[in-house]
């Protein structure tokens, strides 16, 4: 199967920034696309942004020129820059990964477990 581990939430201040990792192992024969995802109290979770393999990018309009979304060198990762952060940023912070475990089968959506950004004064 597929694991999904999300890193790099923590405690900020209003203005400050924070960069979040997403790794994805196992049985992988290929993906479709990777995203963040976030959920706040009471909220539902929503898309933050997403990347598809052929390099397509899309952003929530409340994140757009604050947030960035990268894939990385290294195989399977998946990182989230978050500049400017405010406090209605503060959600928990899901990696998604859109994948086929083998050449027969359909794509399935894997989710991590999550990471807390909190962002207060």
């Known amino acids: 199967q597929v694991q999904v581990v999300e890193s790099g939430g923590g405690l900020v201040q209003p203005g400050e920034s924070l960069r979040l990792s997403c790794a994805a192992s196992g049985s992988i024969f290929a993906i479709d696309s990777m995203g963040w995802y976030r959920q706040a109290p009471g909220k539902r979770r929503e898309l933050v942004a997403s990347i598809t393999s052929d390099g397509k990018f899309n952003y929530v309009d409340s994140v757009k020129g604050r947030f960035t979304i990268s894939r990385g060198s290294v195989k399977n990762t998946l990182f989230l820059r978050m500049n400017s952060l405010k406090p209605e940023d503060t959600a928990v912070y899901f990696c998604?990964?859109?994948?086929?475990?083998?050449?027969?089968?359909?794509?399935?959506?894997?989710w991590g477990q999550g990471t807390q950004v909190t962002v207060s004064s």
């Open positions: 998604n990964v859109d994948a086929m475990v083998d050449s027969g089968s359909n794509y399935v959506d894997y």
